[in-house]
């Protein structure tokens, strides 16, 4: 690969989920470097691919000087010359593994599909990873099949990374509803969840006069009555 340091301006860089290692931009990593910027830190250049100015490494600092400086804001890029696509995914996720906001156990799995998914065997995406390669094998199995237009699906497959909460769901096919519901459930154990609101509610620390609160206590209360009856 070879590689040059241009200035560009930022609307020019294009961001593409189908190289981007990880599964969603973390919005608070975005807001600290929005500060770094405003308080006058240099960021490390962003790298694209030289010929389709699609980010490699730095979804998060572009969308920081797009916030801070504007769709027009001009910052040096470097522009690097890939041979195909799955070359494109290594790298993106090489550097990605190396720096800036860890991977989760989501952004791992997609990339362990991804990478095998480009023809890259379980030694070189743990080099890519930086895990022992037997961790490969245990990070591919945390998914499930998904319809194909599900919006969490790895690119190029019509498979779903699972979260912590659902991870007993590995190796089932989940329906379009439970593929969108996906998005929105949290990446702790539920277990966990219980446990604090049963103490929430033990010590009297929930807030009783919150009314969307208590309609959705009760329609928890609901659904528990008629799951546990079953």
Same mark, same amino acid.
């Given at each position: 690969?070879?590689?040059?340091?241009?200035?560009?301006?930022?609307?020019?860089?294009?961001?593409?989920?189908?190289?981007?290692?990880?599964?969603?931009?973390?919005?608070?990593?975005?807001?600290?470097?929005?500060?770094?910027?405003?308080?006058?830190?240099?960021?490390?250049?962003?790298?694209?691919?030289?010929?389709?100015?699609?980010?490699?490494?730095?979804?998060?600092?572009?969308?920081?000087?797009?916030?801070?400086?504007?769709?027009?804001?001009?910052?040096?890029?470097?522009?690097?010359?890939?041979?195909?696509?799955?070359?494109?995914?290594?790298?993106?996720?090489?550097?990605?593994?190396?720096?800036?906001?860890?991977?989760?156990?989501?952004?791992?799995?997609?990339?362990?599909?991804?990478?095998?998914?480009?023809?890259?065997?379980?030694?070189?995406?743990?080099?890519? #990873?930086?895990?022992?390669?037997?961790?490969?094998?245990?990070?591919?199995?945390?998914?499930?099949?998904?319809?194909?237009?599900?919006?969490?699906?790895?690119?190029?497959?019509?498979?779903?990374?699972?979260?912590?909460?659902?991870?007993?769901?590995?190796?089932?096919?989940?329906?379009?509803?439970?593929?969108?519901?996906?998005?929105?459930?949290?990446?702790?154990?539920?277990?966990?969840?219980?446990?604090?609101?049963?103490?929430?509610?033990?010590?009297?620390?929930?807030?009783?006069?919150?009314?969307?609160?208590?309609?959705?206590?009760?329609?928890?209360?609901?659904? #528990?009555?008629?799951?546990?009856?079953?």
């Amino acid at each position: 690969m070879s590689s040059k340091t241009k200035t560009i301006c930022v609307a020019e860089l294009v961001e593409d989920m189908d190289i981007y290692p990880r599964h969603a931009i973390d919005t608070s990593h975005v807001q600290a470097l929005s500060f770094a910027l405003e308080a006058g830190t240099t960021l490390p250049p962003i790298v694209a691919d030289q010929k389709s100015k699609r980010i490699i490494d730095g979804w998060h600092r572009k969308r920081a000087y797009r916030r801070i400086h504007g769709p027009e804001a001009i910052v040096d890029v470097e522009l690097v010359s890939y041979k195909n696509e799955a070359e494109m995914k290594l790298d993106a996720i090489c550097r990605n593994a190396q720096h800036g906001r860890r991977f989760d156990a989501i952004d791992r799995t997609r990339c362990v599909i991804m990478l095998r998914g480009a023809g890259f065997n379980d030694g070189k995406i743990a080099l890519a #990873l930086n895990v022992p390669e037997k961790r490969v094998e245990k990070l591919a199995i945390k998914i499930a099949t998904a319809p194909k237009s599900a919006e969490q699906n790895v690119p190029g497959s019509n498979v779903i990374t699972l979260k912590r909460s659902v991870s007993h769901l590995k190796g089932t096919v989940l329906s379009k509803s439970q593929a969108k519901a996906h998005a929105s459930l949290p990446g702790t154990s539920f277990l966990l969840i219980a446990r604090q609101l049963c103490l929430g509610l033990t010590e009297k620390m929930v807030n009783m006069e919150d009314e969307r609160l208590i309609e959705q206590l009760a329609e928890l209360r609901d659904l #528990l009555v008629s799951r546990l009856a079953a």
